[in-house]
C-alpha cells in the first residue's frame, strides 16, 4: 500500500467566506474546514484561486492559513497555496506556512509574466528553501507558464517537487510525467477529469465542488482511484451523473459557480470580491438546474 502523504486524497481548495461588507469570514471560513473534514476529505488547500488569494491583503492571506491550521483536525492535512507574482513573495509565504503548521505547499510557477526554464526551476528552487513539500501547479492558461512534463521532471529530480496538479486537461500528460519521473506523484486539478486522471494513477485531488457536496465527490474519487476494475462501473455512473456541474470547475466564472452551488446545497457560497462579479442570469440559471439536479438524485 502506498504510503499517505499529505496531497494525498481529496484536499479541497476551499472557497473563503465573505462578510457583506466584503471582509472575511473567518469564524464561517474555520467552520467549513471543520465540516469537511466531518464529511470525510483529505485536507484542505487555503489561498487557492477559489479562495480568491490574488484580492487578500498580507495579514488577510496569512489570517486564512493559521485558520485552516487551527481549524484543522489531526491527521487532516493543509496544503498552502503560495503562488505570487514575485518568487521572493511565494518564498516567504511558504515560510509562513511553515511557521504556522502547514504540512505542504502548492505553488504556481512565476506569474507576473511568462518566465523561461531556468526562471522557473530557480523559483521551485526558492521556496523549496522554506522546507515544506512542494506540490507544483500546472495552469497555463492563467500563468501563460507550462510546466511541461520535461521541466516537472527536472524540477522533481531537484527535490523542489514531490507532485504536480495538473489542471490542462489533457490527461495524455500523466503518462509522459510518470515515464520521466516515476517517482513524481500525479495530483487531478480539474474535477471534470476525475475518472480519467484516476485511471492514469493520481493519488489525490486538488477539488472543487467537494465544497458543496463532499460525501459524493469523495465516492467518486475513492472508486476513480482504487485499482479495481469492478468500482469503474459505479464511478462511471456517478461522473457520466456529475459531470455536467464538475464542468464548472474548469470555467472562467467556476469561483463564482462553485458559491453559488454551495449556497443552494445549504453551505455558505455568498458572493466575491471584485473584480469577479454576479454571474449572467443565463449562467447562474444553468448552474442552479445542475445542482438541483445532483442534490434531487441523491448526491451530496
Known sequence: MTEHKPWHGVIVATALPF?????????????????????????????????????????????VITTAVEAAPEGFSVMAGVGAYSSLQSERWAQQAAEAGADCVMLLPPNSYRANHEEVVEHYRRVGKAGLPIVGYNNPIDTKVDLTPELIARIHGEGNM???KEFTGDVRRAYEIKELAPEMDLVIGTDDTVLEMGLAGAVGWVSGYPNAIPESTIELYRLSTSGKVEDLV???????????????????????????????????????????????????????????????????
Open 234 to 300: 459505479r464511478a462511471k455512473e456517478i461522473y457520466t451523473d456529475l459531470h455536467s456541474l464538475l464542468r464548472w470547475d474548469s470555467k472562467t466564472e467556476f469561483v463564482q459557480a462553485i458559491k453559488l452551488s454551495m449556497d443552494i446545497a445549504g453551505r455558505k457560497g455568498g458572493h466575491c470580491r471584485p473584480p469577479r462579479g454576479p454571474l449572467s442570469a443565463s449562467m447562474a440559471e444553468a448552474i442552479t438546474a445542475d445542482t438541483k439536479k445532483a442534490l434531487a438524485n441523491g448526491y451530496k
Open 19 to 63: 462578510r457583506d461588507d466584503y471582509s472575511v469570514d473567518y469564524d464561517a471560513y474555520a467552520e467549513h474546514v471543520k465540516w469537511l473534514a466531518e464529511s470525510g476529505c483529505d485536507g484542505v488547500a487555503p489561498n487557492g484561486s477559489l479562495g480568491e488569494y490574488q484580492t487578500l491583503t498580507d495579514e488577510e492571506r496569512a489570517r
Open 162 to 164: 514531490v507532485a504536480v
